[in-house]
C-alpha cells in the first residue's frame, strides 16, 4: 500500500480545523497516520514535558518507551537538532533505544507549532528495513507544519 499523502493532509486538516489541544492534534494525527499505510507498526508522539525529557504521547501501535531524554535515542537526536531523522537500519544507529524488538527502520520528525516551540516529535517505525523514503518525510513533514501551526504549547 502506498499513502496517497493528498487525501491524508486534507483528512487531517478536516479533523483538526480550529483545534489547539496537542493532545488532541497528536492523537488524532497518529491514528490517521498510522492506519494510512502497512509499513507503519508504531506511530505516535514523544512529547516535550520538561527540560530535555521527551514523554510518550498519544500513539498506535504496541507499547513504546516511557521516557527518552533528548541525549538518547532517534527520537532524542530530532529533538535535539530538531532535524528529521530518517534511519533506515536501526541496528546501524549507534544509540538506538529498542523500545520494541520489531522495529526495523525509524522515521522521526520534530513538531513544532508557529511560535517554533519545540512540541514534541513525531515517531514512525516500521517493522520492515528501509521502509521509508525521503518523500515521506517531506510529505509528513507538511503534514505536521499545518496541523500544529495553531497549537497551544503543551503545560505538564
Known amino acids: 500500500m502506498s499513502v496517497d499523502y493528498t487525501t491524508l493532509a486534507q483528512t487531517?486538516?478536516?479533523?483538526?480545523?480550529?483545534?489547539?489541544?496537542?493532545?488532541?492534534?497528536?492523537?488524532?494525527?497518529a491514528c490517521e497516520v498510522h492506519h494510512s499505510d502497512?509499513?507503519?507498526d508504531w506511530t505516535g508522539?514523544?512529547?516535550?514535558?520538561?527540560?530535555e525529557v521527551l514523554k510518550i504521547g498519544p500513539y498506535q501501535g504496541g507499547h513504546g518507551c516511557l521516557v527518552i531524554p533528548f541525549s538518547r535515542?532517534?527520537?532524542?537526536?530530532?529533538?535535539?537538532?530538531?532535524?528529521?531523522?530518517?534511519?533506515?537500519?536501526?541496528?546501524?544507529?549507534s544509540d538506538h533505544i529498542a523500545c520494541s524488538s520489531s522495529t526495523r527502520s525509524e522515521l522521526v520528525l520534530p513538531?513544532?507549532?508557529?511560535q517554533g516551540t519545540l512540541l514534541g516529535v513525531f515517531d514512525i517505525d516500521s517493522d520492515r528495513p528501509?521502509?521509508?523514503?525521503?518523500?515521506?518525510?517531506?510529505?509528513?513533514?507538511?503534514?505536521?507544519?499545518?496541523a500544529f501551526s495553531d497549537a497551544a504549547e503543551f503545560t505538564p
Not at 487531517?12 to 494525527?29: N, Y
Not at 513538531?111 to 508557529?114: E, F, G, I, Q, R
Not at 528501509?130 to 499545518?146: G, R, V, W
Request: with cysteine.
Open 130 to 146: 528501509d521502509a521509508f523514503t525521503q518523500e515521506d518525510a517531506d510529505h509528513i513533514e507538511k503534514i505536521l507544519a499545518l
Open 12 to 29: 487531517i486538516a478536516a479533523l483538526t480545523e480550529g483545534e489547539t489541544d496537542v493532545i488532541s492534534l497528536m492523537a488524532t494525527v
Open 45 to 51: 508522539f514523544y512529547r516535550v514535558v520538561a527540560p
Open 73 to 93: 535515542g532517534v527520537c532524542g537526536a530530532a529533538a535535539r537538532t530538531r532535524d528529521i531523522q530518517l534511519v533506515p537500519d536501526v541496528e546501524a544507529f
Open 38 to 40: 502497512d509499513r507503519f
Open 111 to 114: 513538531v513544532v507549532n508557529a
